[in-house]
């Protein structure tokens, strides 16, 4: 298929200003315009690292999922392993570091599966979604000093069962997952 995404209609920015740079926050307003020549004084957006998910698959068919809080829906949730990109890692590179790091397993086959935006209107970054098929349990967990994970091994059945009754909320995870039993059934 001809790739679709394209620059055309791009805004010109004509300033900016940082509002806030943090670590994992990062914030700005630009003034920018349009291609017909309009102002757009005010807009935000939100500067972060890309990110990466993997759907991990066991040596015997079981999906790989993990259950953390997550503070700004004050919801604890069933999602996939994931993680941010950090500078001089590829893609691949961090997926398979963070599944290592939250849930102690390795190895199997890659491949990349999708590349999302969260939110092109208002966030720089992309969501490198993984398939691993065949990983297997080689350690214990290594989680940073604010990570709560606990690691579940699910039956697929009961993933897609997650997915159908909106128990998976997490929109980067639930679009590679969709895709996953759409293949599997195709």
Known sequence: MKNTITEDKKWKILSTEYLVKRPWLTARRDVAELP???????YYVLEYPDWVNIIAITKDGKIVMERQYRHALGNTCYELPCGVI???????????????????????????WMTLSPNPATSTNLAHSFLAVGVEKVSGQHLDATEDIDVYILEPDYVRELLQNNQILQALMAAPLWKYFYDKDV
Do not use: M, V, Y
Request: hydrophobic share 25%; charged share 40%; no cysteine.
């Open 36 to 42: 017909d020549g309009r102002i757009n004084h005010e």
């Open 86 to 112: 950090e500078k001089g890692e590829t893609p691949l590179e961090a997926a398979k570091r963070e599944l290592l790091e939250e849930t102690g397993f390795a190895g199997g086959e890659w491949q990349e």
